[in-house]
């Protein structure tokens, strides 16, 4: 059964100078955030098989500082199609994904809070830099486009860092 992990970006940097939407970058707490991610996944035994991320700035570098601080090793793609889309062409594109057990997709909200609900039912914010892992009812990651699956965990970088991780960012 096929591990899905649904990433969101950490947070972005409102304040700093950037062209467009896209090419917005994180902040201090965000590349923080990122890194912890990384580093949880791989002390969970999550680290994925493959990647499969947006390439606005703030998603590209939320997955490479994770994979970097978590030691991952895996492959890292960029698809511009999981930039300002909804859940079923994130869909389509993912299930393309080659024959890999774990793999993770990192984009933005909303889409990534109704992918969630699409495939488990369960309804969740997906903060920045959260991390959702679902366990899929599916063989192959062609057939993700009509996959039911469960929540097998949520994790929020908040989470381990306590309420003050907002305040004193």
Partial sequence: MPTLLLMRHAKSDWDASYGGDHDRPLNERGVRSARLMGRLIAGADLIPDLVICSTAIRARTTAQLAAESGAWGCSIDFE?????????????????????????????????????????????DMKTA??????????????????????????HPRSYFGSEWDENS
Avoid: C, K, N
């Avoid at 393309?96 to 488990?120: F, I, K, N, Y």
């Avoid at 679902?134 to 994790?155: F, P, V």
């Fill in 80 to 124: 511009s199609g999981f930039y300002g889309t909804g859940p079923d062409t994130v869909l389509t594109l993912a299930s393309d994904a080659p024959d890999v057990e774990r793999l993770m997709l990192v984009g933005h909200q909303p889409t990534w809070s109704m992918l969630l609900q699409r495939l488990t039912g369960a309804r969740a």
């Fill in 130 to 155: 959260s991390v959702a892992v679902i366990d899929l009812m599916i063989e192959t990651w062609a057939e993700l486009e009509t996959a039911q699956g469960i929540l097998a965990s949520l994790h």
